[in-house]
């Protein structure tokens, strides 16, 4: 089955320390994307990235930072600069990484906490 | 910058009552898309639109794209208790994709 696997699916983490999401799609994806989704709110674009090798901020990446090495793989590291990190966190990919459009295909997220 | 906002915030219904959704965007769209998050799962595509004027039926769920293509409905017809959970529609016009607040429903048996 394709699809796109996150995993930890819970996550408890100490002030200051670093914590990396990982992200994995098996769809061929070429765009990939980092979604932030704070209780009763909508969803925040951290990071998104349209090929491998390269990777744009998004709308609060403050505290963030991302890698695409491989197409499959999109890890998003929660850095101790990251002043509210708890938080559910979404990553997402679509097909192609122009400016046609395409539906999201969305992992089931990540929950991290912090103690 | 572009801007997406979404009516109402909340929605209680009784179960069985009609259920609608707006988008409204500050400037014209190249098209939307809409997505549905159950409670405690991910957002899960539901239907794109690109027409101005453009109308599209799922079922009991009917969507919308405005003449202007700056504003976008979803119509849910005798809301059932599976309609519960949060819509989202999302702008298609930058690459950035902008999702809208959303609109949360709950449905009362």
């Known amino acids: 089955d394709g699809g796109i696997t996150q995993s930890p699916k819970y996550l408890f983490r100490k002030e200051g320390q670093n914590v990396t999401l990982s992200c994995e799609q098996n769809l061929n994806h070429d765009a990939m994307y980092w979604y932030r989704q704070d209780p009763g709110q909508g969803l925040r674009l951290i990071y998104y990235s349209q090929i491998v090798n390269d990777f744009q901020k998004g709308d609060i990446a403050e505290g963030y930072s991302v890698s695409r090495e491989k197409k499959e793989s999109f890890p998003l590291t929660v850095t101790s600069a990251q002043k509210n990190p708890t938080a559910f966190y979404l990553c997402?990919?679509?097909?192609?990484?122009?400016?046609?459009?395409?539906?999201?295909?969305f992992g089931e997220g990540s929950r991290l906490t912090v103690l | 910058g572009q801007q997406v906002m979404q009516i109402p915030q909340y929605q209680h219904v009784q179960e069985g009552e009609d259920f609608t959704t707006y988008c409204n965007s500050s400037?014209?769209?190249?098209?939307i898309q809409w997505y549905k998050q159950r409670p405690g799962g991910h957002p899960v595509f539901l239907i794109q639109?690109?027409?101005?004027?453009e109308v599209k039926k799922q079922k009991r769920l009917t969507f919308q794209f405005g003449e202007a293509k700056k504003n976008s409905s979803l119509h849910i017809t005798a809301t059932q208790t599976t309609d519960v959970g949060t819509y989202f529609c999302?702008?298609?016009?930058?690459?950035?994709?902008?999702f809208g607040t959303g609109t949360r429903l709950k449905v009362l048996a």
């Open positions: 639109l690109v027409k101005s004027g």
């Open positions: 999302r702008s298609s016009g930058t690459y950035k994709y902008i």
């Open positions: 400037t014209t769209l190249s098209n």
């Open positions: 997402a990919s679509r097909i192609s990484g122009g400016r046609d459009t395409g539906e999201l295909f």
